[in-house]
């Protein structure tokens, strides 16, 4: 039985899971959280919300986990640009967790689902950037593919199954709370702080603050169209420089130098090195020659007057975005090490 006002989110530990969690508790909604290590209890510590065990690879143990739920926010999802195996750690992953979830949801008898999808499943051709540009043609990265390919996937079934569904396509989140292991967003302010970007990559990111995106999943679920898609964002981009000379300003006792531009061959050449000797210690590179290729110089400016519209989406700046993010971080130095 359908239990009134009753929430699942997936993926609760993660960054924007954790927020969506403590958003909903706050609008006095009951809350179901669903992990894969249930023994990562830090992120729950003094929230009212059941936590379970479950994974998007299982489908059976979503359909446990989402028995009597009214609204699934499908958050959980392999949120990686690099991977030694990236087809099978981020791509496969991501596919199937999406078909899972989606029919453990309609098996369960769920009424509506959000979908947390991403600006990577955005045509970037015509600027601003908006939601009825269509999807991303660029095929070289893994987990953009996964994110065009499950958005497309989810609609698609949800449609098959009867089910609502409506998607939210957030930017780079940043904000509190946060725990470790950081996300790719988080990680490049990290990066700045620590004093290791050495060079202006021209790389943009669009800021947005986690609990924005958090507030717009569940006006998503109160007023979205279902079938439709939203951008979670902020209008214009910064460049990683940009940011860099911004927090400097914020920050001028740590003396942070801003980069200085080097020709886009020497940044390929870098770029090599950082992946030969990331593999060698089998770990993620700070750079990688597909991260030029695909994003230096990549204008991430969107259109978000269908959110603001029909949502009532209204973000923070990116520069309010970051001073609270930095400001976050300077407190918690266990995040920086």
Not at 152 to 181: D, H, R, T, Y
Request: glycine share 6%.
């Amino acid at each position: 039985m359908i239990q009134e006002n009753l929430s699942l989110v997936s993926g609760a530990n993660g960054h924007l899971g954790n927020n969506l969690v403590r958003f909903l508790l706050q609008q006095n909604i009951s809350v179901r959280a669903t992990v894969r290590n249930i023994n990562n209890k830090k992120p729950f510590e003094g929230l009212d919300c059941e936590v379970v065990q479950a994974d998007i690879t299982d489908k059976a143990s979503f359909v446990k986990a989402l028995q009597g739920v009214e609204t699934f926010y499908a958050v959980g999802a392999s949120f990686k640009l690099w991977a030694k195996d990236p087809k099978k750690e981020i791509y496969d992953v991501n596919i199937e967790g999406t078909r899972n979830t989606i029919e453990a949801a309609a098996e369960a008898g769920v009424k509506r689902i959000v979908y947390v999808s991403s600006i990577a499943a955005l045509d970037y051709t015509n600027l601003p950037t908006k939601e009825s540009n269509g999807y991303n043609p660029d095929r070289r990265d893994m987990y953009y593919n996964s994110k065009n390919d499950g958005e497309k996937l989810a609609f698609e079934l949800a449609k098959q199954l009867g089910v609502e569904l409506v998607s939210i396509m957030p930017a780079a989140m940043i904000g509190s709370e946060a725990f470790l292991p950081l996300n790719v967003s988080y990680g490049v302010l990290k990066l700045i702080l620590n004093k290791q970007i050495p060079m202006d990559t021209k790389i943009t990111l669009n800021w947005i603050d986690v609990k924005d995106v958090a507030e717009g999943c569940y006006l998503a679920a109160q007023k979205g169209r279902s079938g439709e898609r939203y951008i979670l964002a902020n209008e214009k981009c910064m460049t990683i420089t940009d940011t860099t000379a911004y927090a400097g300003k914020l920050y001028p006792e740590l003396k942070l130098k801003v980069p200085g531009s080097v020709p886009k061959p020497i940044l390929y050449a870098i770029a090599g090195i950082m992946e030969f000797s990331a593999k060698l210690k089998g770990q993620a590179p700070v750079l990688t020659r597909k991260d030029i290729s695909m994003f230096s110089g990549l204008q991430q400016n969107f259109d978000i007057s269908k959110s603001r519209k029909e949502l009532g989406f209204n973000p923070k700046s990116p520069e309010e975005a970051l001073k609270e993010a930095f400001d976050y971080l300077m407190k918690h130095a266990e995040l920086l090490v």
